[in-house]
T-cell receptor
Framework: ETGVTQTPRHLVMGMTNKKSLKCEQH?????MYWYKQSAKKPLELMFVYNFKEQTENNSVPSRFSPECPNSSHLFLHLHTLQPEDSALYLCASSQGPGSDSPLHFGNGTRLTVT | GEDVEQSLFLSVREGDSSVINCTYTDSSSTYLYWYKQEPGAGLQLLTY?????DMKQDQRLTVLLNKKDKHLSLRIADTQTGDSAIYFC??????????FGTGTRLTVIP
């Protein structure tokens, strides 16, 4: 059982829809991450939050909007997505900055944009 | 920039040993990790090694690190069908981020 929970597990949305992905970690970590996993490509880091503050935005299009209300919760708001945004979106957490602690991942949300 | 490379596929017979290789480019990496991803799941941390070590053993898993050649390997002894998955190596350069390889798909043949 993972200490990082993601919902929903699967999501199908049209290009004009607005939806949100949710992530919750129960590990007492201070950093949270969004990664995108597409077929035949390395994992792509999207956003990093440390102590609720965004510390990295890896040139992600504005149609992806993250929100981190506290150290345990992370959202990814989606609007006007493109079919090429279909992928597995993984949330992760770690102890935080200045730490070499490994990332702990959720099971991901499989997103399909039609 | 950081670049982590792995071969894409590996097939082994059940009971044999598997060796999954990885090369990385950033010599300042502090920790190197191996993750396992089963179908429909996220990445599960298997093991990790600090950069001043050259070997770490954990039950059926042995990690070897050649820092001079920037080469990392994961050996799985007595490979089982349940070991079939994608294996990712990743390096931590101390920037609170991990850089991942493309993953090696291990297929265990009964």
């Amino acid at each position: 059982e993972t200490g990082v929970t993601q919902t929903p597990r699967h999501l199908v949305m049209g290009m004009t829809n607005k939806k949100s992905l949710k992530c919750e970690q129960h590990l007492g970590h201070n950093a949270m991450y969004w990664y995108k996993q597409s077929a035949k490509k390395p994992l792509e880091l999207m956003f990093v939050y440390n102590f609720k503050e965004q510390t990295e935005n890896n040139s992600v299009p504005s149609r992806f909007s993250p929100e981190c209300p506290n150290s345990s919760h992370l959202f990814l708001h989606l609007h006007t997505l493109q079919p090429e945004d279909s992928a597995l979106y993984l949330c992760a957490s770690s102890q935080g900055p200045g730490s070499d602690s490994p990332l702990h991942f959720g099971n991901g949300t499989r997103l399909t944009v039609t | 920039g950081e670049d982590v490379e792995q071969s894409l596929f590996l097939s082994v017979r059940e009971g044999d040993s598997s060796v999954i290789n990885c090369t990385y480019t950033d010599s300042s990496s502090t920790y190197l990790y191996w993750y396992k991803q089963e179908p429909g799941a996220g990445l599960q941390l298997l093991t990790y090694i600090f950069s001043n070590m050259d070997m770490k053993q954990d039950q059926r898993l042995t990690v070897l690190l050649n820092k001079k050649d920037k080469h990392l390997s994961l050996r799985i002894a007595d490979t089982q069908t349940g070991d079939s998955a994608i294996y990712f190596c990743a390096e931590n350069t101390g920037a609170n981020n991990l850089f991942f390889g493309t993953g090696t798909r291990l297929t265990v043949i009964p």
